[in-house]
C-alpha cells in the first residue's frame, strides 16, 4: 500500500478539489482509495469539515471524523507535537485498512494559522508518504511557479525530490499550453531539473464550475424571498447590475443571468418577465434598494414570477448589494452536491495519475468499480467514434447531452428535427451546440426512405403511402437510417415509451444471428462495485427457455463491459428448497443457460440476499461459485426486476445506466422519460461501445 500526501503551496490552491479529483482518477483505474484529512479547517466550526464530507457524499468513502483545529492548537501551545502526530497517525490507519492507495490532505496555508507548512512536513514525514505539491496557476508566471515549487522540494525532501511524487497546477489559463508550462517551469530552476518532478496535472481555470446557486446569493445577501421558483437549482453564471433603458440590456438577458436592479425599475422588471416567459432559465431577479415595482405591474407579471425565475428583494442599494456579492466565497457550500460532482469530474478529468503506479505496485485485487467502469466507457466510446442517431433532436436535455458528447469527442451525434427549432431550444437552455452536431431535417429526407421501407417490410404487405405516414415518427425514420447503415446506433426514449423505441427496430433491424429474444440490462453503479440486472425493463413474463437467453445474453453484456460474469438466477428460494411453479421455471432455465453455455457460471435458483451476501451465500449454498458474489442478477420476471432496480437505485441512493438492450442486430437503445442529461450521455457511449463490437450484446 503506498501514501499521498497532498501540500498546498501558496494560498487559494483548490486543495479541496484537487483531493477529492485524485480520488476519483485514482478509482478510475480501479485502485481501492482510503482518504483523510487529519486536521479540520473552515471558518465555522458548526459546518462539516468539507473535503471529508464530500468524500463520503460523493465518492462514498468512510475517512474518519479530523481532528478540530482547537485541539491542534491547545497542543502545540503545550508543545505535544508528538501526542498530536499519534492522533494523526490513529486516524490514518482506520483510512488506510485493505486499500490499495491513501490518500492524505494537508493543511492550507492560513495567516491566523502559520504552523501549516510545519505541520504538512511533519505529517508527510510520520506517515512516510509521497508528497504531491499543489498549486494555484492563475495568476503566477512559471518562475515564480518553480520558486514555490523549489522551497517546497526543499520543505518536503531535500535538493534531489526525495519523497516528491510530483505537481498539480490548478486553474492554469485556458490560453496557455500544459506541457508548455510544464517545460518553462523545468527550465526556470535547476532544482527542478536536478529532481525532474513529473506535472501530474494541468486543470484549467473554468468559470462555469464556479457558478453559486440562486439560493447561495440569497443566502449570502439575506434576501427577503418574494417567490422561489427553482431556488434551489438555477445557477449564478452572469451577473447583470443595471439600471440603464430596456433595449440596452435585452442582449444581457441570457440563461443564468442574475438581473440586479432597483425595484421601482419597472421597465426592466417588465423586460425580465418577459424573457422568463420566453422560456430563458434566468437565474433570477434581485430588486434592491428596499423597493418594490408598483402592485399593478407585479400583478402582470405574475405568470412569469409563478413560475421557475426565483425573485428576491434586498434592503441594500445597488452599489453596496453588489459589492456584498463580490465578496461572496468562491468554495461550494456543503449542500450543494451537485457542483462539486462536477468540480470532482472535471479534476479528474486532467489528472494523470500514471506516474504515481510506480509507487503502487499491483492492487490487491482486480476490480471494476464504478469510476472505473464510467472511465473505461467513455474511453472505449472515444475510440469507437461512432455516429449515433437521436430521434428526438429537439427535446432539451437530448440537445444538451449531443453537445456534451462532440465536446467530449464521445460520440457524433446526429439530431432528426427542424433546425431553427433545435438552435432555439438550444439558446433558450444556454447551450451552445458544436458546429460538428448533425442536424438533419425529416421533412427534406423522409421520402428517400421510403422505397427502402417498402422492400423491407414488403413481406407484410407495406405499400408507400403506408411507409411514408410511418416515416412521420422521427424514431422510424432513425431507425431506417440504421437498418441502412448511415449511423451506427440509435438512442431513443427522453419523451417516447419503450414501445415506441423498440417496435421499429424489431420491424426493421431485427434480431441478431443466435438471438431468440430482445431483452434489456441495466448497469447498477453500487459503492463498492458494478452489477448487472436483468431484465427490467423489456419482457414481461419469459419463459424458461426466454429466461436462459436472458441470463446469456446478461452475461455476455457484463462480460463485454469488464464485469467478470457470475450469474445468479434469482427466485424466492435458494437451491431446492422451495416448490412452485414460479420457482420451477426458474430451476429450468438455469438447466437450459447451464447446458447451453457450460462456460458461465450461472447457478440458481437463488435468493438476492444468498446472491449479494457472502456470509448468507456460504450459509444458503455453500458449495455454490456464485452464492454471495454475484456480479450478474437475472430475475424472474418484469415485475419483480423493474420493482427491485428501482428500489435499490432510489433507496441506496445508486445511479443506473440503461436500460441497455440485448439480442438486436444493431444496437438501439431506450431511455427513462425521466433521464438527466448525464443518463443519456452515458446511454449514447454505451451504444456506442455496443456497435463497435459489431453487433448487438
Given at each position: 500500500?503506498?501514501?499521498?500526501?497532498?501540500?498546498?503551496?501558496?494560498?487559494?490552491?483548490g486543495?479541496?478539489?484537487?483531493?477529492?479529483?485524485?480520488?476519483?482518477s485514482?478509482?478510475?483505474?480501479?485502485?481501492?482509495?482510503?482518504?483523510?484529512?487529519?486536521?479540520?479547517?473552515?471558518?465555522?466550526?458548526?459546518e462539516?469539515?468539507?473535503s471529508?464530507?464530500?468524500?463520503?457524499a460523493?465518492?462514498?468513502?468512510?475517512?474518519?471524523?479530523?481532528?478540530?483545529?482547537?485541539?491542534?492548537?491547545?497542543?502545540?501551545?503545550?508543545?505535544?507535537v508528538?501526542?498530536?502526530?499519534?492522533?494523526?497517525?490513529?486516524?490514518y490507519?482506520?483510512a488506510a485498512?485493505?486499500?490499495?492507495?491513501?490518500?492524505?490532505?494537508g493543511?492550507?496555508?492560513?495567516?491566523?494559522?502559520v504552523f501549516?507548512?510545519?505541520?504538512?512536513?511533519?505529517?508527510?514525514?510520520?506517515?512516510?508518504?509521497?508528497?504531491?505539491l499543489?498549486s494555484?496557476?492563475?495568476?503566477?508566471?512559471?518562475?515564480?511557479?518553480?520558486?514555490?515549487?523549489?522551497?517546497?522540494?526543499?520543505?518536503?525532501?531535500?535538493?534531489?525530490?526525495?519523497?516528491?511524487a510530483?505537481?498539480i497546477?490548478n486553474?492554469?489559463p485556458?490560453?496557455?499550453?500544459?506541457?508548455?508550462i510544464?517545460?518553462?517551469?523545468?527550465?526556470?530552476?535547476?532544482l527542478?531539473?536536478?529532481?525532474?518532478?513529473?506535472?501530474?496535472?494541468a486543470?484549467?481555470?473554468?468559470?462555469?464550475?464556479?457558478?453559486?446557486?440562486?439560493?447561495?446569493?440569497?443566502?449570502?445577501?439575506?434576501?427577503r424571498?418574494?417567490?422561489?421558483?427553482?431556488?434551489?437549482?438555477?445557477?449564478?453564471?452572469?451577473?447583470?447590475?443595471?439600471?440603464?433603458?430596456?433595449?440596452?440590456?435585452?442582449?444581457?438577458?441570457?440563461?443564468?443571468?442574475?438581473?440586479?436592479?432597483?425595484g421601482?425599475?419597472?421597465?426592466?422588471?417588465?423586460?425580465?418577465?418577459?424573457?422568463?416567459?420566453n422560456?430563458?432559465?434566468?437565474?433570477?431577479?434581485?430588486?434592491?434598494?428596499?423597493?418594490?415595482p408598483?402592485p399593478?405591474?407585479?400583478?402582470?407579471?405574475?405568470?412569469?414570477?409563478?413560475?421557475?425565475?426565483?425573485?428576491?428583494?434586498?434592503e441594500?442599494?445597488?452599489?453596496?448589494?453588489?459589492?456584498?456579492?463580490?465578496?461572496?466565497?468562491?468554495?461550494?457550500?456543503?449542500?450543494?452536491?451537485?457542483?462539486?460532482?462536477?468540480?470532482?469530474?472535471?479534476?479528474?478529468?486532467?489528472?494523470?495519475?500514471?506516474?504515481?503506479?510506480?509507487y503502487?505496485?499491483?492492487?490487491?485485487?482486480?476490480?471494476?468499480?464504478?469510476?472505473?467502469?464510467?472511465?473505461?466507457?467513455?474511453?472505449?466510446?472515444?475510440?469507437?467514434?461512432?455516429?449515433?442517431?437521436?430521434?428526438?433532436?429537439?427535446?432539451?436535455?437530448?440537445?444538451?447531452?449531443?453537445?456534451?458528447?462532440?465536446?467530449?469527442?464521445?460520440?457524433r451525434?446526429?439530431?432528426?428535427?427542424?433546425?431553427?427549432?433545435?438552435?432555439?431550444?438550444?439558446?433558450a437552455?444556454?447551450?451552445?451546440?458544436?458546429?460538428?452536431?448533425?442536424?438533419?431535417?425529416?421533412?427534406?429526407?423522409?421520402?428517400?426512405?421510403?422505397?427502402?421501407?417498402v422492400e423491407?417490410?414488403?413481406?407484410?404487405?407495406?405499400n408507400?403511402?403506408m411507409a411514408?405516414?410511418?416515416?412521420?415518427?422521427n424514431?422510424?425514420?432513425?431507425?431506417?437510417?440504421?437498418?441502412?447503415?448511415?449511423?451506427?446506433g440509435?438512442?431513443?426514449?427522453?419523451?417516447?415509451t419503450?414501445?415506441?423505441?423498440?417496435?421499429?427496430?424489431?420491424?426493421?433491424?431485427?434480431t441478431?444471428?443466435?438471438?431468440?429474444i430482445?431483452?434489456?440490462?441495466?448497469?447498477?453503479?453500487?459503492?463498492?462495485?458494478?452489477?448487472?440486472?436483468?431484465?427490467?425493463?423489456?419482457?414481461?413474463?419469459p419463459?424458461?427457455?426466454q429466461?436462459?437467453?436472458?441470463?446469456?445474453?446478461?452475461?455476455?453484456?457484463?462480460?463485454?463491459?469488464?464485469?467478470?460474469?457470475?450469474?445468479?438466477?434469482?427466485?424466492y428460494?435458494?437451491?431446492?428448497s422451495?416448490?412452485?411453479?414460479?420457482?420451477?421455471?426458474?430451476?429450468?432455465?438455469?438447466?437450459?443457460?447451464?447446458?447451453?453455455?457450460?462456460d458461465?457460471?450461472?447457478?440458481?435458483?437463488?435468493?438476492?440476499d444468498?446472491?449479494?451476501?457472502?456470509?448468507?451465500?456460504?450459509?444458503?449454498?455453500?458449495?455454490?461459485a456464485?452464492?454471495?458474489?454475484?456480479?450478474?442478477?437475472?430475475?424472474?420476471d418484469?415485475?419483480?426486476g423493474?420493482t427491485t432496480?428501482?428500489?435499490?437505485?432510489r433507496?441506496?441512493n445508486?445511479?443506473?445506466?440503461?436500460?441497455?438492450?440485448?439480442?438486436?442486430?444493431?444496437?438501439v437503445?431506450?431511455?427513462?422519460?425521466?433521464?438527466?442529461?448525464?443518463d443519456i450521455?452515458?446511454?449514447?457511449?454505451?451504444?456506442?461501445?455496443?456497435?463497435?463490437?459489431?453487433?448487438s450484446?
Open positions: 500500500m503506498q501514501t499521498f500526501f497532498l501540500a498546498p503551496i501558496g494560498f487559494n490552491a486543495l479541496t478539489s484537487v483531493a477529492l479529483g485524485a480520488i476519483h485514482l478509482e478510475q483505474a480501479g485502485l481501492r482509495v482510503g482518504f483523510v484529512k487529519p486536521i479540520a479547517q473552515g471558518a465555522d466550526p458548526k462539516p469539515e468539507r471529508t464530507h464530500f468524500a463520503r460523493i465518492c462514498r468513502l468512510n475517512p474518519p471524523e479530523p481532528i478540530p483545529m482547537e485541539r491542534v492548537e491547545h497542543l502545540l501551545s503545550k508543545g505535544q508528538d501526542q498530536l502526530m499519534e492522533e494523526v497517525v490513529s486516524l490507519q482506520q485498512n485493505q486499500v490499495d492507495v491513501v490518500l492524505v490532505e493543511l492550507v496555508p492560513d495567516q491566523k494559522q501549516s507548512t510545519f505541520l504538512n512536513t511533519k505529517i508527510a514525514r510520520n506517515l512516510q508518504a509521497q508528497t504531491i499543489v494555484a496557476a492563475d495568476n503566477l508566471a512559471s518562475h515564480e511557479i518553480a520558486e514555490q515549487l523549489e522551497m517546497s522540494i526543499q520543505a518536503f525532501g531535500g535538493g534531489q525530490g526525495g519523497q516528491i510530483g505537481y497546477l486553474r492554469v485556458k490560453d496557455q499550453d500544459a506541457q508548455d510544464a517545460t518553462e517551469v523545468l527550465e526556470s530552476s535547476s527542478m531539473k536536478k529532481a525532474r518532478l513529473p506535472m501530474l496535472g486543470i484549467p481555470h473554468e468559470p462555469e464550475l464556479l457558478a453559486p446557486r440562486t439560493l447561495d446569493v440569497a443566502n449570502h445577501l439575506k434576501a424571498l418574494l417567490h422561489a421558483g427553482q431556488l434551489t437549482s438555477r445557477r449564478v453564471r452572469t451577473m447583470v447590475v443595471t439600471a440603464r433603458t430596456v433595449p440596452n440590456i435585452v442582449h444581457l438577458l441570457k440563461p443564468g443571468a442574475l438581473i440586479i436592479t432597483p421601482d425599475r419597472e421597465d426592466i422588471v417588465l423586460a425580465t418577465a418577459m424573457a422568463a416567459m422560456g430563458v432559465p434566468l437565474a433570477g431577479l434581485l430588486l434592491t434598494c428596499d423597493s418594490m408598483d399593478r405591474i407585479m400583478l402582470l407579471c405574475q405568470q412569469a414570477f409563478t413560475g421557475g425565475m426565483p425573485v428576491m428583494a434586498s441594500s442599494n445597488t452599489f453596496d448589494t453588489s459589492s456584498a456579492l463580490n465578496n461572496m466565497s468562491l468554495q461550494v457550500p456543503s449542500d450543494d452536491r451537485e457542483r462539486m460532482e462536477r468540480v470532482i469530474e472535471f479534476v479528474a478529468e486532467h489528472l494523470n495519475v500514471a506516474p504515481l503506479k510506480q503502487i505496485g499491483t492492487p490487491q485485487e482486480l476490480r471494476l468499480p464504478p469510476p472505473a467502469f464510467r472511465y473505461q466507457l467513455m474511453e472505449k466510446a472515444r475510440k469507437a467514434n461512432k455516429r449515433i442517431v437521436l430521434p428526438e433532436g429537439n427535446e432539451p436535455r437530448t440537445i444538451q447531452a449531443a453537445a456534451i458528447c462532440h465536446e467530449k469527442g464521445i460520440a451525434c446526429v439530431l432528426i428535427g427542424q433546425r431553427a427549432e433545435i438552435l432555439q431550444v438550444a439558446e437552455q444556454g447551450v451552445t451546440l458544436p458546429e460538428s452536431v448533425e442536424i438533419i431535417d425529416p421533412n427534406e429526407v423522409r421520402g428517400r426512405y421510403v422505397p427502402p421501407m423491407l417490410r414488403k413481406s407484410k404487405g407495406l408507400a403511402p411514408e405516414q410511418q416515416l412521420e415518427d424514431v422510424v425514420m432513425g431507425t431506417m437510417m440504421l437498418a441502412l447503415d448511415e449511423v451506427d440509435l438512442v431513443s426514449g427522453a419523451v417516447h419503450t414501445a415506441n423505441t423498440i417496435r421499429p427496430a424489431l420491424q426493421l433491424i431485427k441478431a444471428p443466435g438471438a431468440r430482445v431483452s434489456s440490462v441495466f448497469f447498477m453503479l453500487m459503492p463498492e462495485q458494478v452489477l448487472v440486472y436483468g431484465d427490467c425493463a423489456v419482457n414481461p413474463d419463459d424458461a427457455e429466461l436462459a437467453d436472458i441470463a446469456i445474453q446478461s452475461a455476455d453484456s457484463a462480460a463485454a463491459f469488464g464485469i467478470p460474469p457470475r450469474v445468479a438466477m434469482i427466485s428460494s435458494t437451491g431446492s422451495g416448490s412452485g411453479s414460479d420457482v420451477e421455471k426458474v430451476r429450468e432455465a438455469t438447466r437450459i443457460a447451464k447446458e447451453k453455455r457450460p458461465l457460471m450461472i447457478d440458481g435458483p437463488m435468493q438476492y444468498a446472491a449479494s451476501v457472502e456470509s448468507v451465500g456460504r450459509q444458503k449454498a455453500p458449495d455454490s456464485v452464492a454471495g458474489r454475484a456480479t450478474v442478477f437475472v430475475f424472474p418484469l415485475n419483480t423493474n432496480y428501482k428500489a435499490v437505485q433507496s441506496a445508486v445511479v443506473s445506466v440503461g436500460p441497455m438492450l440485448q439480442g438486436l442486430r444493431k444496437p437503445n431506450d431511455l427513462s422519460r425521466g433521464a438527466l442529461v448525464d450521455v452515458y446511454t449514447i457511449a454505451l451504444t456506442a461501445l455496443q456497435a463497435e463490437q459489431g453487433e450484446i
